[in-house]
Nanobody
Framework: QVQLEESGGGLVQPGGSLRLSCGAS????????MGWYRQAPGKQRELVAA???????NYTDSVKGRFTISRDIPKNTVYLQMNSLKPEDTAVYYC???????????????WGQGTQVTVSS
């Protein structure tokens, strides 16, 4: 079993910054993909930013230049630095990771519980 623990959400004014953290713990052999999704009220969940297995990063267009994903590999942790936040960034942010428990088991898709980010004056 794997747990993803998120932290760092909250209320911030437009133009402000927040930093989200997500740590994976449990039986981890290999992390293939790890990153962040978000879901605003009435909208579908969308990818925000993620590390691929090869270490490259993907960002949704609306956050490019404002958000930065980083990671601490030994700690199985990813971070999302969010700058120049806009009201449209308001959403529940979910950590996601595809993790295998051993070398024969296919990776499983894990989700965190979500952390609320609200951008409002």
């Amino acid at each position: 079993q794997v747990q993803l623990e998120e932290s760092g959400g909250g209320l911030v004014q437009p133009g402000g910054s927040l930093r989200l953290s997500c740590g994976a713990s449990g039986t981890i052999f290999r992390i293939y993909v790890m990153g962040w999704y978000r879901q605003a009220p009435g909208k579908q969940r969308e990818l925000v930013a993620a590390f691929t297995y090869g270490g490259s990063t993907n960002y949704t267009d609306s956050v490019k230049g404002r958000f930065t994903i980083s990671r601490d590999i030994p700690k199985n942790t990813v971070y999302l630095q969010m700058n120049s936040l806009k009201p449209e960034d308001t959403a529940v942010y979910y950590c996601n990771a595809q993790i295998s428990a051993d070398w024969v088991t296919p990776p499983y898709d894990y989700w965190g519980q979500g952390t609320q980010v609200t951008v409002s004056s």
